[in-house]
């Protein structure tokens, strides 16, 4: 009798462990899926995912309409490159220059705002930069290079990366130096890393009302400057760009929707408090 060899086996069984996999997950390698409708709707995103804000919008929509959600966690660079890469029907994002470029260019449409929240800069107790005296975020940001006290940078093209380069460059200061740590990182990950080495970082107020409690060094040294509110809006793909466009439009449409607006309002504050995001309503006033 003839044995077929194991390693002629494996590539069959390769395949077969293949098909066994969610068809979802295993084309889009999704982040987390909610849902298990017929449809597909593919979303990147990164703190509305990371922080729950997003499952509980996509639970709502999917109750009316035969979907499954795709998240996709993605900074809000790394987030419009999917979008003009087809490989989401739609994104939240908080970077307003490239959002607007992205609608100018034809690759996407239906730029809402859909609501709002704001960067702290936080640092230990003690703030050896002395950045609670700052007149604005751009001084702060002077005074921690002075001192070369540790900063934390997401260096990730992220919307808050973004943000953080224009501060820097209002302050006239390329960031550089030992002093300068850069994670590669996502926003809550980095916050943590500051807590653990003591060092300053700019996060966004909805991740920190989240993570507060198991933060034992940081406390909030500045803030308030106009230039650290954050706004966000949605974009989706243009009309027949990808098979599920309808549905990422009616998502769209869902968040901007007195529903939707309540739930994202609303969200966090059982848990927290406080809600972790602002309403479009409230944002508006900060959206150029």
């Not at 901007?256 to 739930?263: E, I, R, Y």
């Amino acid at each position: 009798m003839r044995y077929r060899s194991t390693w002629t086996l494996f590539p069959a069984l390769l395949v077969v462990v293949f098909l066994l996999v969610p068809a979802t997950w295993a084309q889009d390698n999704c982040t987390a899926v909610y849902g298990n409708g017929a449809a597909t709707l593919r979303l990147a995103t990164g703190s509305p995912g990371e922080l729950g804000l997003l499952e509980v919008l996509a639970n709502a929509f999917n109750q009316t309409h035969d979907t499954q959600l795709c998240w996709k966690k993605a900074g809000s660079g790394a987030s419009l490159k999917l979008l003009k890469a087809k490989s989401v029907d739609l994104v939240m994002v908080h970077a307003p220059a490239a959002e607007k470029q992205a609608v100018a260019d034809g690759w996407a449409i239906k730029r809402n705002l859909i609501g709002s929240n704001e960067f702290y800069i936080v640092g230990p107790a003690g703030d050896p930069a002395k950045i609670a005296a700052a007149t604005r975020a751009a001084d702060a940001y002077k005074r921690i290079a002075g001192a070369k006290a540790l900063f934390l940078s997401r260096g990730d093209n992220s919307g808050t990366h973004k943000k953080e380069l224009a501060i820097w460059k209002a302050a006239g200061i390329t960031p550089e130096g030992d002093w300068y740590k850069v994670t590669h990182t996502f926003m809550m990950a980095t916050l943590k890393m500051a807590d653990a080495e003591n060092g300053y970082f700019m996060t966004d107020s909805s991740t920190w009302v989240a993570a507060k409690k198991e933060l034992a060094n940081l406390k909030i040294l500045y803030r308030g400057d106009p230039v650290l509110i954050n706004t966000y809006h949605t974009l989706c793909q243009p009309e027949g760009a990808t098979p599920a466009q309808p549905l990422a439009a009616a998502f769209v449409d869902f968040v901007v929707s007195d529903a939707g607006q309540d739930l994202l309002r609303k969200y966090g504050a059982d848990q927290y408090g406080e809600g972790l995001y602002n309403d479009a309503a409230y944002a508006k006033q900060y959206d150029h």
